[in-house]
């Protein structure tokens, strides 16, 4: 599987993003991810999409500022950021996860990984 990420960028404190994330090398349903890590921290899953029935999954702390979602047939998922904050800064990364039972929120099983994108706030 292969993911190639793209869409970050400096913004202000209020602004938005869209981040994109083209995968290929898979076939069937899989789960999509975006996680983040800032300087200093652990990476963390912040939302998935479960790219066969398009169930969505989010962090509690961003449900509401944070929209994923997908494009089927350009094999493309997207998370849209809103009111961003300096503290959204971090490395956002898409990853894959080729196994859907139980969900698409075990970030733990999450072992494909794009290169990342940068996103920084102030």
Same mark, same amino acid.
């Given at each position: ?19 994109? +994330?083209?995968?290929? &090398?898979?076939?069937? !349903?899989? +789960?999509?991810?975006?996680? !983040?890590?800032? /300087? ?9 999409i479960s790219t066969g029935l398009g169930i969505t ?7 509401? !500022? ?19 904050? /300096? ?14 039972? &139980?969900? +698409?929120?075990?970030? @733990?099983?999450?072992?494909? @990984? ?9």
């Amino acid at each position: 599987v292969q993911l190639v990420e793209s869409g970050g960028g400096s913004v202000q404190a209020g602004g938005s993003l869209r981040l994109s +994330c083209a995968a290929s &090398g898979y076939t069937g !349903r899989i +789960c999509m991810g975006w996680f !983040r890590e800032a /300087p200093g921290k652990e990476r963390e899953g912040v939302a998935a999409i479960s790219t066969g029935l398009g169930i969505t999954y989010y962090v509690d702390s961003e449900k509401g !500022r944070f929209t994923i979602s997908q494009d089927k047939a350009k094999n493309t998922v997207y998370m849209q950021m809103n009111t961003l904050k /300096p503290e959204d800064t971090a490395m956002y990364y898409c990853a894959a996860d080729l196994y859907v039972s &139980g969900g +698409c929120q075990k970030w @733990w099983e999450y072992n494909y @990984w794009g290169q990342g994108t940068q996103v920084t706030v102030s």
